[in-house]
């Protein structure tokens, strides 16, 4: 079980539900089968209640509690939007306070204040003031040097750190290695290798060439083409007369008729 705390601010920019004049605004809030109810302000689409109501949830992890805002009229009431709370996400013992914008409406918004009393997360821990960083010495001044001068009229810088102080002479000197053993001379002389070689020559074959072998000539048969004689016919000389008329044939009975000129005719009488 737990314990949640809810306070109803105020809701702003409602829409009016009535014909005639303005709404007459009031809140519903319901979280475990428990419904609580604000007072009705007047004639406002702004208004402001500031009323708080405690609720026992079994499962914070999955309760909601929900906030209906409603017009009070004579008749019936009417709804101008709704918001839910989702409860698990609190903070233990921290108040969530915020606008938040109502369904089920074309406008408005409404104010809440919720706190988790006993459950939800731990609240994490407010961090405390940063400390001042801790003051710097000024460097210390090279061997040697004198300090500044300050200037005409400045009071004059604190003290600060002593003086460092002298170093000690440190470690004697050293005296440097005696160094490593000298080495042998070398590696011994090699003994003499192979004998030189001499160069080998390349002789250059002598260069042949070998004449090609002519062509020999073939005996190519003689090309005999034969002639045809070429004769001409002389026309006759002179004027020939005309032919004469053709001689008369008999020609038996019923038989077709050739003229001259290869054209034939049936003979008189015959039927065609």
């Known amino acids: 079980m737990g314990k949640v705390d809810i306070r109803i601010c105020e809701c702003r920019k409602l829409t009016n539900q009535e014909t005639f004049g303005t709404s007459d605004p009031y809140c519903m809030v319901s979280c475990e089968g428990k419904t609580y109810r604000t007072s009705v302000k007047k004639s406002t689409l702004n208004p402001k209640w500031d009323e708080k109501f405690s609720f026992m949830v079994a499962d914070p992890a999955s309760a909601q509690v929900m906030v ?9 009431d009417e709804p101008m939007g709704y918001y839910n709370i989702n409860l698990s996400g609190l903070y233990k013992g921290k108040v969530e306070d915020s606008w938040h914008v109502m369904k089920g409406c074309r406008r408005g918004e409404i104010r809440l204040r919720v706190m988790a009393v006993d459950f939800g ?5 407010a961090k405390g003031p940063v400390p001042a960083p801790y003051a710097q010495a000024p460097p210390p001044q090279a061997y040697g040097q004198p300090p500044p001068q300050q200037g005409y009229g400045q009071p004059p810088a604190p003290a600060g750190y002593p003086a460092p102080q002298a170093r000690p002479a440190g470690y004697p000197a050293q005296a ?6 000298p080495q042998p001379a070398g590696y011994p002389a090699q003994a003499p290798g192979y004998p030189a070689q001499a160069p080998p020559q390349h002789v250059a074959p002598p ?19 034969a002639q045809p ?3 001409y016919a002389q026309p006759p000389q002179g004027y020939m007369p005309p032919p004469g008329p053709p001689s008369a044939q008999v020609m ?7 003229t001259p000129y290869g054209n034939t005719y049936p003979p008189m009488g015959a039927e065609v």
């Open 207 to 225: 260069v042949q060439y070998q004449q090609p072998v002519p062509n020999q000539a073939y005996a190519q048969p003689p090309v005999q083409y």
């Open 229 to 231: 004689p070429v004769q």
């Open 176 to 181: 440097p290695p005696a160094g490593y053993p």
């Open 68 to 76: 209906r805002v409603r017009d009070h009229n004579v008749t019936s």
């Open 252 to 258: 038996p009975t019923g038989a077709y008729q050739q």
């Open 121 to 125: 997360k731990d609240a994490v821990p």
